[in-house]
């Protein structure tokens, strides 16, 4: 048995930690979107900063700003915002969306120096 008593995150992707501007769509109603801060996203998922009201496994859709629009469920909820996974999302989806966070992440790693 391992030290930490099962308590090992294991996640299928790598975490990429951005701070990007996300819209939160609910039902397709602009009056419901949420502007929002993406904190960190993987291919399959995201952590999202922001005033929210919903419970696991409520559909979101995060429109991600100059990245795309990805339908997702809420998996967790924390203080100030919620954890997603991603669902019905392709390989060229993924492929695309983990080319644009390599670029996110060289972008941010020049800014920083």
């Known amino acids: 048995m391992s030290a930490n008593n ?8 790598p975490r990429h930690a951005v701070k990007k501007k996300v819209v939160a769509r609910f039902d397709g109603k ?18 999202v900063s922001g005033e929210f009201d919903l419970d696991d ?3 979101v859709a995060l429109d991600i700003e100059d990245v ?10 924390f203080d100030d915002g ?7 999302i392709d390989e060229d989806e993924e492929d695309q969306l983990l080319s644009d966070l390599a670029e996110l992440d060289a972008q ?6």
């Open 57 to 59: 496994d409520d559909p």
């Open 68 to 77: 795309g629009v990805f339908a997702s469920v809420v998996a967790h909820s």
């Open 6 to 13: 099962g308590n090992e995150e294991k996640r299928n992707h």
């Open 82 to 88: 919620i954890g997603v996974r991603f669902i019905d």
């Open 108 to 113: 941010i790693r020049t800014d920083e120096f």
């Open 30 to 47: 602009s009056e419901d979107d949420i502007d929002a801060l993406l904190r960190d996203v993987s291919a399959g998922g995201a952590a």
